[in-house]
Protein backbone atom coordinates (compact mmCIF):
# COMPACT_ATOMS: atom_id res chain seq x y z
CA UNK A 1 0.00 0.00 0.00
CA UNK A 2 1.21 3.71 -0.78
CA UNK A 3 0.12 6.29 1.62
CA UNK A 4 -0.80 9.83 -0.16
CA UNK A 5 1.82 10.09 -2.83
CA UNK A 6 4.64 10.26 -0.59
CA UNK A 7 6.23 7.37 -1.42
CA UNK A 8 6.06 5.65 2.28
CA UNK A 9 4.91 2.00 2.28
CA UNK A 10 1.74 1.24 4.84
CA UNK A 11 2.45 -1.72 6.97
CA UNK A 12 0.85 -4.71 5.64
CA UNK A 13 -2.96 -5.08 7.15
CA UNK A 14 -3.86 -8.16 9.38
CA UNK A 15 -5.70 -9.96 6.13
CA UNK A 16 -2.64 -8.92 4.15
CA UNK A 17 -0.12 -11.08 6.66
CA UNK A 18 -2.50 -13.90 6.76
CA UNK A 19 -2.46 -13.96 3.45
CA UNK A 20 0.71 -14.45 3.11
CA UNK A 21 1.31 -17.24 6.05
CA UNK A 22 -1.46 -19.37 4.39
CA UNK A 23 0.40 -19.17 0.82
CA UNK A 24 3.91 -20.38 2.81
CA UNK A 25 2.17 -23.03 4.84
CA UNK A 26 0.66 -24.15 1.19
CA UNK A 27 3.53 -24.00 0.05
CA UNK A 28 5.47 -26.24 2.33
CA UNK A 29 2.48 -28.68 2.51
CA UNK A 30 2.32 -29.10 -1.06
CA UNK A 31 6.56 -29.41 -0.80
CA UNK A 32 6.32 -32.19 1.82
CA UNK A 33 3.44 -33.76 -0.07
CA UNK A 34 5.36 -34.60 -3.63
CA UNK A 35 8.58 -35.28 -1.71
CA UNK A 36 6.62 -37.98 0.20
CA UNK A 37 5.60 -39.60 -3.12
CA UNK A 38 8.37 -41.35 -4.58
CA UNK A 39 8.29 -41.17 -8.69
CA UNK A 40 11.74 -41.34 -10.13
CA UNK A 41 13.82 -44.47 -11.13
CA UNK A 42 16.36 -43.35 -8.39
CA UNK A 43 14.13 -43.27 -5.89
CA UNK A 44 12.39 -46.96 -6.00
CA UNK A 45 13.96 -49.87 -6.12
CA UNK A 46 13.62 -52.58 -9.40
CA UNK A 47 10.16 -53.88 -7.57
CA UNK A 48 8.84 -50.23 -7.62
CA UNK A 49 8.80 -50.22 -3.68
CA UNK A 50 10.21 -47.58 -1.64
CA UNK A 51 13.79 -47.72 -1.11
CA UNK A 52 13.64 -46.44 2.43
CA UNK A 53 10.60 -47.25 3.89
CA UNK A 54 11.69 -46.94 7.15
CA UNK A 55 11.14 -43.39 6.85
CA UNK A 56 7.65 -43.08 5.56
CA UNK A 57 5.92 -42.87 8.75
CA UNK A 58 8.61 -39.64 9.69
CA UNK A 59 7.69 -38.58 6.40
CA UNK A 60 3.87 -39.14 6.99
CA UNK A 61 4.01 -37.25 9.95
CA UNK A 62 5.90 -34.38 8.48
CA UNK A 63 3.18 -33.68 5.90
CA UNK A 64 0.43 -34.29 8.55
CA UNK A 65 2.37 -31.32 10.73
CA UNK A 66 2.43 -29.40 7.44
CA UNK A 67 -1.47 -30.10 6.67
CA UNK A 68 -2.34 -28.72 10.51
CA UNK A 69 -0.29 -25.60 10.08
CA UNK A 70 -2.39 -25.01 6.88
CA UNK A 71 -5.94 -25.60 8.55
Not at 33 to 39: D, L
Not at 53 to 69: C, E, F, K, S, Y
Request: proline share 6%; aromatic share 8%; charged share 20%.
Amino acid sequence: MIEGGSGATAPYTDAARARLVMAYEACELADLARAFVPIGEHELNPDGTNRSPGTVLADAARVVGAAQRFF
